[in-house]
């Protein structure tokens, strides 16, 4: 698309991602105050690498992953070109950061984040980048939401309205006809003013993550919770899973390229249950959830 | 295909699912001998019926679904008709029993059995049957297994083979080169012989299900086992749920015909769990799952 975009590009962009995975693993090891995070790196076919960090059984953090990768492909698989066909075949990079956070406490909504590169290689190199963050509350509280969609919407400016309709389009459970959670921000392709002001617009977004999460999990933490929210939370998992492994376009493109799969499923739920008919009582809290916070409306 | 296939056929083959799913829960609640199942009669669009029939909780069993549904619908869904196009937008009616048994002692497999027939309307009837059986173990006893296998040879005789390739074929994880189970009996498009052959064929799959079965389920049922095999269970039962909801060809067909997601899903395991890099010890009986148990082999 412009002439300075190349292997120094990547390289640029890889770093920033590297960097930020740093920061977010610093942040949730001290919210958790007790696990730490386990440090693989791990060469890929192609010359790429993956590195994966994964928290799990913490005291406050049940499970959590924030993976960095860098694919080199010598052909694009499908899933990743379903818009664009013309492009299958072709080799390929793809650096990125992905991110979720499973916590122990039903009050703490679980997250996913994730921001990504890609370029495909040729003499006008074809790039794009892509990603977001949402949210996945079990017992919502109204003000976090609010806070969490503010700093979206800072982060985001005049593009807000769109990546926010995007990200409820895009985590919907058309079989459920439910939205995934309460969602946040949502982009592809997104090539906006050229490399350096995606590229701004893309680290915007990464570096507004902690600010709009770590606040949450601080506030909520600790708070009490019996064996009620606990079956709920663990039943509301189910649907994420759901959502994973039968819908989400990010993990069909994984297991089709050949990724490791325990990265590419490392979104999966610590702990998840299906109950057939779940109980649901009228005006419960439960039932305010799927009623009220996972209708798309405007936050801010 | 022949003549005599019409509602009348319907009718037959939905009464001999239905009389089936009868005794498999009766047999079913005298091993749990504890928990009842749930009964509901539900009417579904254009005229069918839906008849789940859910055990939760139980003593043995922490998960029993067997479903009988009779679906008529205007116009085939895509997933029913991926390897003959020429059919979708017709008219159509299925009538099937579907089944699952999540035990709760991991020395007991859980298994799934599904038989259907399916008819395409018009001036020359289009109609199969397809189903079979499959067995999941987590800590497998060989002895169980083949006689699991002879039950199933018994009812298949000479289509035992090609009947149990098919099975390891369509039950296998591609994303981690691993089979679901050890197999059993797997068959689609069938028509073998006309109408009347295929049904008895079709009926002496059925009635060996619970020869195949319940003795297992008998025998294992009060073996004593610890958090390690729990845990394992749990962890294995996350397999299970990534075929169901990425791979599954009957799970896509249901959500896509809009039929109840309540039934379609009520597969998935009550507790199931996803732990990162699980620690599987060398010669374990962990181990020799993957490594001789679920490695596809002549069983008989």
Redesign the interface.
């Known amino acids: 698309m412009t002439q300075t975009v190349n292997d120094h590009s990547i390289k640029l962009v890889s770093e920033y991602f590297k960097s930020l995975q740093n920061k977010i693993i610093s942040c949730l090891e001290e919210e958790d105050a007790v696990s730490q995070f386990?440090i693989e790196n791990i060469a890929t076919p192609g010359g790429g690498v993956s590195q994966?960090r994964?928290l799990?059984e913490g005291k406050h953090i049940e499970?959590a992953?924030v993976m960095f990768t860098h694919s080199i492909g010598a052909t694009l698989p499908d899933a990743a070109t379903e818009r664009k066909p013309e492009l299958t075949g072709k080799p390929f990079q793809a650096t990125a950061i992905s991110l979720i956070v499973h916590p122990n406490n039903p009050y703490v909504p679980m997250t996913h984040m994730n921001l990504r590169f890609f370029i495909v290689s040729g003499d006008e190199p074809t790039w794009h980048f892509g990603g977001g963050y949402d949210l996945t509350p079990y017992y919502p509280f109204e003000e976090d939401i609010i806070h969490w969609h503010t700093t979206a919407f800072n982060a985001s400016g005049e593009h807000y309205r769109k990546l926010k309709a995007e990200c409820d389009d895009y985590f919907y459970l058309s079989?459920?006809q439910e939205a995934r959670g309460i969602g946040g921000l949502f982009f592809d392709d997104w090539v906006e003013g050229g490399f350096e002001k995606s590229f701004s617009f893309v680290k915007a977004i990464g570096d507004s993550f902690l600010k709009a999460y770590q606040p949450i999990l601080s506030k909520r933490k600790d708070q009490t919770f019996g064996e009620r929210e606990r079956d709920f939370q663990?039943f509301r998992r189910?649907r994420y899973?759901?959502f994973n492994?039968?819908i989400d376009r990010g993990?069909k493109y994984g297991?089709q390229s050949g990724r490791r799969?325990?990265s590419?499923?490392?979104s999966?739920?610590?702990?998840?249950?299906?109950?057939?008919?779940y109980p649901i009582e009228p005006n419960s809290p439960e039932e305010k959830l799927t009623e009220y916070f996972l209708v798309p409306k405007d936050w801010i």
């Open positions: 386990s994966p994964v799990s499970k992953a079989h459920r663990l189910g899973a759901e492994l039968a993990t297991l799969v325990e590419v499923l490392a999966l739920p610590p702990l998840a249950k299906w109950t057939y008919n």
